[in-house]
């Protein structure tokens, strides 16, 4: 299972109110999410991104990861534990981001696996703009709790 690896199959845009949108949602006053002059103070043409922005694509690649490369669990079981970011360039308006996928290591330990994704996010000219490393817990699928049925 380490090293499986997939590409989401279309790139992500960032836009100008999906950035605000998402500084709201998650509190982040820094006017370079908000407004250009404050991207601008900071030498940017345009809005950057708060730095979690990478969610954005996160969610839909842990989506994937569980449909298509670790498949048997029950996604209501699984617990996610731990995250890592690597920040290489700032996500501005208008970046198309690509995001590669990978199942960085595996372990099984009593009855649970251990499994860490990583994420590597580039743009559409291959610059890197962010690594993500997500740890997350499940029930090894052959051992799984099964639901009982309700006693009479």
Known sequence: MVGRHFRLPDYYEVGREKIREYARAVFDPHP???????AADLGYAGLI???????????VAQQRVFADLVTGYDLSQVLHTEQRLQFHKPFTVGDRLICDIYVDSFRRSHGQDLI?????????????????????????????????????
């Open 32 to 38: 370079a999410h908000r407004d250009e002059a404050g």
């Open 49 to 59: 991104a708060p730095l979690t922005f990478a969610s954005m694509l996160g969610g």
């Open 116 to 152: 860490v994704i990583k994420n590597v996010i580039t743009d559409v000219h291959g610059t890197l703009m962010q690594t993500t490393w997500t740890t997350m817990v499940a029930h090894t699928p052959d051992t799984a709790p099964r639901t009982r049925p309700p006693r009479p």
